[in-house]
């Protein structure tokens, strides 16, 4: 079974950047649909975003189209999840999760991704 390793995140100023990095174990991983979810401190873990298998079609969450964005590169079986323009509002641990048979329907319900990261805290200050 495919397994997810992730890096990146941190702690930067309110307007700042960060990327985080998903890495697969598997090289099917390109078959994968990948998706970025966060959970804040006493909060519900909620969809981030998420990558077909192609790349060419992506989704988000209302709260972070225009600032964040999600990419893959195949050859290196690797997603990343670019944010720009964090607020306060974005501190959460992000996961990244995959799954092969992910329906778009249903693209921002979690129970479709059966493999997670790890997890990575990600703060930014005011």
């Known amino acids: 079974q495919v397994q997810l390793v992730q890096s990146g995140g941190g702690l930067v100023q309110a307007g700042g950047a960060l990327r985080l990095s998903c890495a697969a174990s598997e090289l099917t991983f390109s078959r994968y649909t990948t998706g970025w979810f966060r959970q804040a401190p006493g909060a519900v873990r909620e969809f981030v975003a998420a990558?077909?298998?192609?790349?060419?079609?992506?989704y988000y969450a209302d709260s972070v189209k225009g600032r964040f964005t999600i990419s893959r590169d195949n050859a290196k079986n690797t997603v990343y999840l670019q944010m720009n323009s964090l607020q306060p509002e974005d501190t959460a641990v992000y996961y990244c999760a995959t799954g092969a048979w992910v329906i778009l329907s249903a693209i921002q319900r979690e129970e479709q991704y059966p493999v997670w990261g790890q997890g990575t805290q990600v703060t930014v200050s005011s």
């Open positions: 990558i077909r298998t192609s790349g060419t079609h992506t």
